[in-house]
């Protein structure tokens, strides 16, 4: 198992552009996809992106495709999701989360075994 950590979220104005970073404590890492998810209070867990353990494959949902990039540095052991243009739709509790299926980047929740406790973005106009 790994432990991970989310970083990065905060207050922000509508526009503008955020790095979400998702961490891991395990040397292991790079035998984990790795998967973002986000939750707006009242709504159910959306996701948003997943990229394999190499990070030669990546996948997006429906609910920030086009204004999100996700990757990864295994010597960092981190994945980064990169937000721009963040609207006050994009409010919401951000998760990371890994599965070690290879090279996995669908979207099932279930599907994934290791959550961290996820950041908190908030987008002000």
């Known amino acids: 198992q790994i432990q991970l950590v989310e970083s990065g979220g905060g207050l922000v104005q509508t526009g503008t552009s955020l790095r979400l970073s998702c961490t891991a404590s395990a040397r292991t890492f790079s035998s984990y996809a790795v998967a973002w998810f986000r939750q707006a209070p009242g709504k159910a867990r959306a996701f948003v992106a997943a990229?394999?353990?190499?990070?030669?494959?990546?996948n997006y949902g429906d609910s920030l495709r086009g204004r999100s990039t996700i990757s990864r540095d295994n010597d960092k052991n981190a994945v980064y999701l990169q937000i721009t243009n963040l609207q006050s739709e994009d409010t919401a509790t951000y998760y990371c989360a890994a599965t070690s299926r290879y090279s996995y980047t669908r979207g099932l929740i279930n599907d994934y075994s290791q959550w961290g406790k996820g950041t908190q973005v908030t987008v002000s106009s």
């Open positions: 990229i394999s353990q190499s990070g030669g494959i990546s």
